[in-house]
């Protein structure tokens, strides 16, 4: 149970153009979603918190008009980055803690985005 | 800012081996702190987690250690096997309610030798 489902798992967009991420909660009721990025050889770094029906949260240095965060229900959260960049391309990935689990946060398979 | 560091970057070890993977964190107000090992092109895979009112926590060939004084952490894996290659990260959250948001150490790559 607590699975979270990213899609796509790859992507490859030429420069300048938008990408969406998704994901789901598949079994649980998700009213908040993180939403993190892997450089390779490197750790996760979180980007942004997504709370159901309310905007985004943004860490520091995370551009929020490149980085759209939408979190209309409550089982799907999207990530769309925005006229992308070489210097985009990443893992990115998102992750959830499902009510009353006691085995920590609940993370998506990843989505490896290349833009050319 | 504050954050979680490791001190070895790549722990290689025998098959068979046990494995100790050490973590530091600096978020005195931190408590619950989580241990999760990635390969390669997947997402993070719970291993096992502790709150700060513990200080050890046994799972099936982990065990995770607190230090609070010292404010350490440590992952310890019995019998190391081939499977057990991968990233280890320790992560830490405030209050481990579902919006804490999980901070991640570097990540400690972890090679067993056959």
């Known amino acids: 149970g607590a699975v979270v489902s990213q899609h796509p798992s790859r992507v490859i967009c030429k420069s300048g153009t938008s990408v969406k991420i998704e994901c789901r909660s598949l079994d649980f009721q998700a009213t908040t979603m993180f939403w993190y990025r892997q450089f390779p050889k490197q750790s996760l770094m979180l980007m942004a918190t997504s709370n159901e029906g309310s905007k985004a949260t943004y860490e520091q240095g995370v551009e929020k008009d490149k980085f759209l965060i939408n979190h209309a229900s409550l089982t799907l959260s999207t990530l769309t980055v925005t006229s992308a960049h070489p210097e985009d391309s990443s893992f990115y990935i998102c992750?959830?803690?499902?009510?009353?689990?006691?085995?920590?946060?609940?993370f998506g398979s990843g989505t490896r985005l290349t833009v050319v | 800012g504050e954050s979680v560091g490791l001190h070895l970057p790549t722990l290689s070890v025998q098959e068979g081996d046990n494995s100790i993977i050490n973590c530091a964190y600096s978020?005195?107000?931190?408590?619950?702190f989580i241990w999760y090992k990635q390969e390669s092109g997947k997402g993070p895979q719970f291993i096992i987690d502790i709150r700060s009112n513990m200080d050890k926590r046994q799972g099936q060939r982990v065990t995770v250690l607190l230090n609070k004084t010292v404010k350490h952490l440590s992952l310890q894996i019995a019998a190391t096997q081939p499977g057990d290659s991968a990233v280890y990260f320790c992560a830490e959250a405030l209050g481990g309610g579902a919006t804490n948001k999980l901070i991640f150490g570097t990540g400690t790559l972890l090679a067993v030798q056959p």
């Open positions: 978020n005195s107000a931190s408590d619950y």
């Open positions: 992750s959830s803690l499902p009510p009353g689990r006691d085995r920590g946060y609940t």
